[in-house]
């Protein structure tokens, strides 16, 4: 009986189906025969394997043949699934061409196959990571435009201050995913490197004809031939994770204030979608985030996972014992993990219902206080900051004891009558007077196009 | 299409087959058909439930009657699997027996059912552990005796050092195992308890009648009711995956000595059991540590899951968003890796094979030197420290000046011989002579009983 | 020039004066000094130092004479400050009384009087832990019951749901206390022991001696002698880093509550305490949760220090090369933080402003919405699960399409005014006739004493 | 008294002078005092300040006349440092300038005078750490040259298997080196940019003023000015310490393995230096590895680090509660280890000491077994493989039971030295010959610049 580590009942937050697929027992099967195949193609090229080998190997590229239980048994003796691998790959070709099975993983070694088809997997999950990546760009960015004037209160400490609008707060994530986005490239650019070094990372099984072999097999998967193999040094492997959990991070901020504006008592946004989102049979009034739960949840395992992989980077050697194989679930679950956060924020993004009235009741009742900023700023250059400062803290001292608003306050106090008339106060206390350079800011943002790149 | 995160080619290190079950997709729904049962029965012994209730329910405890792909598809809608769970149990009920249906999940809600389903299968994986620890302290102390006099070197910083035996390196495992059998009943004792608080852990909707239907629920899960609802009081839940960790770190220092041992150059010890195991067919003389490789790789992904843990922990009031969710494969992952790194460290200790010869030819390559203090001790007692100390500063750079045996350096000196017969020096250069208290502490460890729970 | 790793105006946050004195280099070395005057006292009893050397010995005790420049320039070379600490320390001791100086530090080694002070500086800490927890659980009981009625809403997801109280929100944290209480004295009996193994953990530098050397050190040091040195067996130091991160994790639960409630939209408790808190001079309305902020602060660092706990377990052999040093920092910090966040807790619990009116009035502000609840298992017993579950839906929708309390339309529809009275309805509606069992939990946990220990 | 956090026995393994210079006490204040000498010019420039403000400010750049005592228990209060700082700064300037102390601060917040000031710190911070690079990089490069050619055994699953070269195994350090100053200069270019946002990010108490003042500061601090706030998108930060560990990482890979080389049963190089590191007094054989073991504590320290950075990511709205002062110690800390390990890792590639003839003498030791892998493939190519494989099977089964060298056994097989001649057999076995691309591969990697930045 084969062992299953995952639960469906839990797994369906933690991944999503194009992801896991990238991940799968057969995904991987079929990378590593993807590997063999190009290997023994470039053996041929440089007169080591059979005529006819590299064809043959094509015909095995789905991997349809492996017996899994025995490939795993065995597996389990030899500390990796390579060598069972290696094994029935052989035998199947032996099977249809004697020859052919002769030089199949010549010159390689099991990290070689595990190492490059994790590689070619990692290509792919990226692929459907920057694809993930630029359609929640594409779906903030619409989001940031249409509310770049939406204004609702700023909270610092989770205190209302003066106000700012949605499209900043979004604008904001949107300029995390472009970094992040520019991160993911720069980690690809190291990371999507062939991994081939035979026993203890120096071809010697090649003898001079390694670089020729080296650079047909990284040209056939389409993969850079590094300056050397890089076994043991797993920093590229560890780059993206932590990439990644940068990602699910920004994600997170994003979450938890949507999370936060959701609340029963702010009630500014909430998740949209599917109607049946989120609720509650017997409380219908309840929005319950649950996307954004999920996203918050992913995210709280990604320290753990990059964590791991930072731990596991001093390998012994040419090859590890055990820290080699604490990357085995680290890095699919990273990936799957990150692939799932951002189709729940794509779905938050896309679907996000706004209440921009409630925005500006809330604005509304804070009786003015967090405008008082604006007032002080302008008394400032006619009485100096001091007395400035002095007057609007009697003023919105007031305003707490009497819950009147701050406008009718100072409208009572001749210190600031004498220098602001009522059209003024009331102009100063307009939050959409208060907006500063929300509008270039964000400006700027969607101009921003390929910056970080 | 059900998402999987799980890849059978990796995941056999990390898991076994046992606890694998304890945390399966099947395994959780009957643990939450068993919550659901429970609490029928207890609702019905309150008169909240119709007559018979219960015993439907009991018919259904294999709940084999869930189709899992709604669950999933609806709980990703609701946030969590319990509402489509207890929606399809009703329904199920309902066309058997209506009156019986109307109080399902009474006074419950999600996470009630979800937390004690847990808490019912960590009891199942402690019982798996205990077990699993149990059966490795006995091996671990069977070894301690035979192998209380096998003579090796001590090795600080991975250098050798005066000798100490086998059995001693051993007893230290002995003593941690020990000390976390007691830390996870501890544990245990404070975690195997029953969530039931419904809506806000205040048990409203049952009225007057919630104390007396936990104590009926608690008595028919077998679990005690504590003092209140522990919804998102998580300690409980944290401390046992951290205890986890302990354990697998306890098991990784052993696995590391052993490894350690079993390389090339030291070649003291190795993994024994299957022939097959560890083996190389181009390098027949390599032996793999490859179920030490296992144990270390599992530990070195605990700290991250213990970190997600802990980092969840400030669950907001009475129900978290997305703190409880990042617990939901972490708990299980925690468990799972723990089984697994138990059942190597049991192999590895049952079928370890010790090259007595080898520990014996690595200390005399050593030319005496590790025993230098066992000479200065002595020779301190008549000439005092400081010359003592200087004297064999000398010969023992003469030693490694010369490549000579100690002894033969020692006898050569007449500062030494004054104080010292030839007889004399054999008897100090003798690791046998030189094991201190050895035989006092493994007689300690072996008689230690229970000492800590 | 001494390395200085900590930074003023940072480290104010992140631990107290009186911690911070326990873990100091005066004190380290004091402890260190300590174990080095007991080993001399107990080898004299034993007749292996010259009479009159543990007095002189315990002149040096605070260790005044250490030139730290040259121990830590020395400690750099050798790995650590033990060696020239001892050499120090014999100098200091010869000049005085030659004979006394040759048996200084005799049967041990650097780890072993590192390890001890260690302990005995976590002897310290634990007794300054063990106080604030007894303090802080003293005041939050007395909030528990002060506040056992206080209404407010209990909160999902962070949507309002039905009523609870603060009295049991403050509970759970009681209950939280007291297990990590219970954790703190467990993982004390295992971890306050001796550590004195010598050169490799043989004692065997004192032959013979060592066990009634032992047994007087301990004694002298109050410390139990465990069964056998544990110098590479860590469990029992990372076991006390991470219930550490247990009690901050739940300072960190309670913080987040407090954070929460504190938003400006909800506005139901606030820091109390000195006037100038958190307060802000250009915007006097707002109240920053700054204790609470540092409590998080402080949480969020912990998985971190628990987590190089873990990872440092597998130390090699007899002495470790690197993951013994990697807790040098790692403890002292753990402890620092966790009594500054037990200080900020002790400080928010005490001054804690509840403005029960404000709680009464956001749970008005529901439009008694969370109470529907309650009507429908009124209902339920007249009408049945389904029926009622679908009258509560039609005015549930009624009360927020029209903002009209739910009361109001119940009364409005004669399905429900057949069955239930206005009286009745009232009744059922008012949260302080809807909070279950919250006196029975308040009653069990206030009672509760050391069921725990 | 002001709280200390660091003790100096532990910190000076975690820390050099230089990088303590950049984060402490006084380099803070001096660079929050910067940025408000800056924001003074720039206001001054557009006409917010009185003129003469910059020069005054300009004369107060070293922060000195700072109250460090009132600063913390102010800052205590308030949250953080800067509103106290703030206050001080006033009232000097207010003391001989009073039009001066009117702008003061104006226009932004807290956080805008703490992020900016962190950001200037870790440029200078980068800085050192870029020399450090460079300089580690030249000296591991001097060696990779040099031992080119010097053969030491290969080992996989720390086995002894084919040989490779020092030269090669110091390459993938190096290789991991430049990848990494790579990844510094890039995350470098997100993050030195200035933070200046006012109370929510929104620069409104600028009005129009905002983008030329900002304009102006960024000038002056010589940072970019990004296209918006970032206040609480942390995603540089995080990025940065991610990057630190990275480098830690790739430092302890190099370390472990020379710990490995170390061992007494290895001793094929050592830390040289200074005659007394890593020596002990009564073990003069002993050379610990004291150098790599800090490297290696620092490592397993930094996950912990990174971990935090990452969890602390979900920062609040416009200022976060709890998780931006999560930052505070964390950073430092990242770069203080990270120079400390840089620090030593220099040191022992500049002074590591290579026993040539016993890296020969360990191979010799094999017997040739692990050269069976060259005449396998050479007899492959006239038997085929899975003759040539039983051949070799036999032989090496052979020269283990015999413990005969590999040559000899194999002129004593016919089907063996039919196909090769004893000379050919040495030819084969000789692992000179068996280096495959070892000099291709650092001739790449000592060609290559710049080919990752």
Same mark, same amino acid.
Request: proline share 4%; charged share 20%.
């Given at each position: ?80 699934? *390579? ?6 790959? =052989? ?17 390689? =070694? ?77 980690? *690809? ?58 990602? =699910? ?56 996972? *990059? ?32 692939? *799932? ?38 008394? =400032? ?73």
């Amino acid at each position: 009986m084969l062992t299953q580590t995952s639960n469906q009942l839990n797994s369906f937050i933690f991944s999503t189906p194009e992801m896991s697929q990238v991940f799968s027992t057969q995904a991987q099967l079929r990378a590593m025969a993807r590997f063999e195949w190009a290997l023994t193609c470039a053996l041929e090229k440089c007169g080591l394997a059979a005529g006819g080998s590299g064809n043959l190997l094509k015909s095995l590229l789905q991997a349809e043949f492996i017996e899994i239980e025995s490939l795993v048994s065995e597996g389990k003796l030899s500390g990796n699934i *390579a060598i069972p691998f290696v094994r029935q790959l =052989t035998a199947v070709v032996k099977s249809q061409n004697e020859p052919a099975a002769r030089s199949i993983h010549l010159g390689a =070694t099991s990290q070689d196959v595990l190492d490059t088809a994790l590689v070619l997997q990692i290509r792919d999950a990226l692929t459907l990571l920057n694809r993930g990546i630029d359609n929640l760009t594409d779906v903030v960015a619409r989001q940031v435009k249409k509310h770049a004037g939406t204004l609702l209160a700023g909270r610092t400490w989770l205190q209302i201050g003066p106000p700012t609008t949605l499209g900043l707060k979004l604008a904001g994530t949107l300029t995390a995913l472009r970094r992040t986005g520019s991160r993911l490239q720069q980690s *690809a650019s190291r990371l999507l490197v062939l991994q081939f070094g035979g026993a203890v990372g120096t071809r010697s099984a090649l003898g001079k004809h390694g670089p020729q072999v080296a650079a047909e097999l990284a040209q056939l998967l389409e993969l850079r031939d590094p300056e050397m193999p890089w076994h043991t040094e797993r920093d590229n492997l560890a780059e993206v994770v932590q990439v990644l959990s940068l990602l =699910t991070g920004s994600l997170a901020k994003f979450a938890r204030d949507i999370v936060l504006l959701m609340q029963s008592e702010v009630a500014e946004v909430s998740e949209g979608g599917n109607a049946d989102r989120g609720g509650s049979s017997t409380m219908p009034h309840k929005h319950n985030p649950v996307a954004c739960a999920a996203v918050i949840a992913i995210h709280f395992t990604m320290p753990g996972l *990059a964590g791991t992989m930072l731990s596991a980077m001093p390998q012994e050697h040419e090859r590890a014992v055990g820290l080699w194989q604490a990357e085995w679930e680290t890095i699919p679950e990273a990936f799957r993990r990150t692939a *799932a956060a951002l189709g729940y924020a794509l779905d938050i993004a896309e679907h996000l219902q706004v209440d921009a009235a409630k925005m500006q009741a809330n604005l509304d009742a804070t009786l003015g206080l967090p405008m008082a900023e604006a007032v002080s700023v302008a008394l =400032t250059r006619t009485i100096g900051k001091s007395k400035s400062h002095d007057l609007l803290r009697l003023a919105t001292d007031r305003v707490l004891r009497e819950r009147r608003p701050l406008a009718e306050v100072l409208g009572l106090m001749p210190e600031v009558t004498a220098h602001l008339s009522a059209a003024e106060i009331d102009q100063l206390l307009d939050p959409r007077n208060y907006l500063g350079s929300v509008d270039q800011f964000i400006g700027q943002v969607l101009e921003e196009d390929n910056a970080y790149s």
